[in-house]
């Protein structure tokens, strides 16, 4: 089993930023991908940021249109945590963020993940 654990939500001004954390311990995968998704009340996951990696190494990553430019999604592989750095934050960016992994390739699909972390609210005033 793999268990994730997010952090770094919190209350920030609109052009603010923000890093999430994503702290993954467990049993560790040689490959795999973790990805961020964000959920707005009433509404499902979405997807926000993926990041594939093999033999340690990120070689792939993928952003939603909406983030992309903005958010910057990385792995720091000695601790094995991911990040998800926000920047330009818009009121629009206020959800619930959620990481994710699995031991394949990344992809949009929420019910493609298999370990969840339990969520971090990001709220952007405007």
């Known amino acids: 089993q793999v268990q994730l654990v997010d952090s770094g939500g919190g209350l920030v001004q609109a052009g603010g930023s923000l890093r999430l954390s994503c702290a993954a311990s467990g049993r560790t995968f040689r490959s795999g991908a973790m990805a961020w998704f964000r959920q707005f009340p009433g509404a499902e996951r979405e997807f926000v940021a993926g990041?594939?990696?093999?033999?340690?190494?990120?070689?792939?990553?993928d952003y939603a249109d909406s983030v992309k430019g903005r958010f910057t999604i990385s792995r720091d592989n000695a601790k094995n945590t991911g990040y998800l750095q926000m920047n330009s934050l818009k009121a629009e960016d206020t959800a619930v963020y959620y990481c994710a992994a699995r031991p394949d390739t990344v992809v949009r699909g929420a019910t493609e993940y298999n370990y969840w972390g339990q969520g971090t609210q990001v709220t952007v005033s405007s």
């Open positions: 990041l594939s990696w093999g033999g340690g190494r990120p070689y792939y990553a």
